[in-house]
């Protein structure tokens, strides 16, 4: 990191049991997590002295800690919706850089599906109606609304076709077919996608996230402990984080998004162009989500995503492939879904992913650099993270 005096690398990553899980906790889904990323990074978890967490307990991460038997001397909560993760372990790398935490394990695990099914929850999620938010929930605008009308300005202003986000989820699902994880793996068709149950104009379910249980890990360390972890280090090469908005008439554009601030930002402080990289994991809860990031952090104009994203590029045989296990869309989406675009982005760059869904460069190597890019709220927070190997 350029902002600090040590390098620091992702020593461990996992995922704990995923897809549909009624008969768990999401406290067991973190620590089920936890040890599988502290086992894949083969370090003594007696070097974490950092940690972070959110979307648990009354006071996270301090409960979540305390379930794990941790006691950390450096803890982030930071809570921006999908973004969350990417957000913290920019705070993270920063903290291990300058020499305040020596290791950092982020965890999020959360039974969002199983709670509905058993009636713990309703379906629809709330943000209240105080603050800013007053002004918009009077008039029924959900969270998925707001993401349908950005994507209708997007269509408006620059022609983009519903066609054209169709084809991001079609794509996506065919990631999804390699990955024996990922909860539908099917095939799917444009056809399909239009075709499926309308639910905020002008998306159908097929454009929307999946609603699945799980969980997952990454551990962050400084440079000297990677002698002796198990797998090749991951560097995190540089970091972004904005915010954008929180009321919707604030919002001055809505075909650009926070991460244009952060992604620019991670870049600069990597020294890399976006034309360098080789995989991207992007936070889809919607097709529009995946189509105005892309435009965002500089894989194309703004405008142009639509175009840039046909003909199987996003596809793990692509030229740009993207959300390489599914994403979202396909794979898994227990809620805050920022970490697992971390899990992803390592496990691509380590060479670790399936037959078929692992990106192939030139003489079949894996990829060399990756970017992770999460988005929370209605477009209201990115974090950016360009992430490397030797």
Excluded at 225 to 233: F, I, L
Excluded at 248 to 255: A, C, K, P, R, V
Excluded at 328 to 355: T, W
């Amino acid at each position: 990191m350029t902002r600090g005096t040590r390098k620091v690398a992702v020593a461990g990553v996992a995922l704990s049991d995923c897809g549909r899980l009624d008969a768990v906790t999401p406290y067991a889904l973190h620590a089920q997590a936890a040890r599988r990323a502290v086992h894949d990074a083969g370090l003594d978890r007696s070097l974490i002295d950092g940690f972070a967490s959110a979307g648990l307990g009354t006071l996270a991460p301090v409960e979540v800690a305390e379930y794990l038997g941790l006691r950390p001397r450096w803890v982030d909560s930071t809570s921006v919706g999908g973004a969350t993760w990417e957000v913290m372990a920019a705070h993270a790398a920063d903290a291990i850089a300058q020499g305040h935490a020596n290791a950092v394990l982020l965890v999020y695990g959360s039974t969002a599906r199983a709670d509905i099914k058993a009636g713990r929850r309703t379906s629809d999620l709330s943000f209240g109606a105080r603050g800013p938010a007053q002004f918009e929930v009077p008039y029924g605008h959900t969270l998925i609304a707001k993401y349908a009308m950005a994507a209708r300005r997007h269509m408006h202003q620059y022609g983009t076709t519903i066609e054209q986000l169709a084809d991001i989820a079609v794509q996506t699902r065919a990631n999804a077919a390699h990955n024996p994880h990922a909860l539908h793996r099917d095939p799917i068709t444009v056809d399909d996608v239009l075709g499926s149950r309308m639910i905020a104009d002008p998306f159908t379910a097929l454009h929307c996230c999946i609603r699945s249980d799980g969980g997952c890990a990454v551990l962050l360390a400084s440079e000297e402990y990677t002698a002796d972890a198990a797998k090749s280090p991951v560097w995190v090469l540089g970091s972004g984080t904005a915010v954008s908005h929180a009321a919707m008439s604030q919002w001055e554009d809505f075909t650009v998004g926070p991460a244009a601030v952060a992604g620019r930002l991670a870049f600069e402080r990597a020294g890399v162009h976006p034309h360098e990289i080789e995989v991207a994991e992007l936070y889809d809860a919607f097709t529009y989500m995946t189509l105005v990031t892309l435009e965002d952090l500089g894989f194309c104009a703004k405008g142009e995503g639509g175009a840039f994203a046909a003909g199987g590029r996003l596809t793990t045989g692509g030229e740009l492939p993207v959300n390489t296990d599914g994403g979202g869309l396909s794979a898994c989406h227990p809620g805050m879904r920022g970490l697992f675009l971390l899990v992803e982005a390592v496990r691509q760059l380590r060479g670790e992913a399936e037959e078929g869904r692992q990106v192939r460069r030139a003489g079949g190597r894996p990829p060399r650099l990756a970017v992770a890019s999460g988005t929370g709220g209605w477009f209201c927070s990115a974090g950016t993270l360009v992430l490397g190997r030797d």
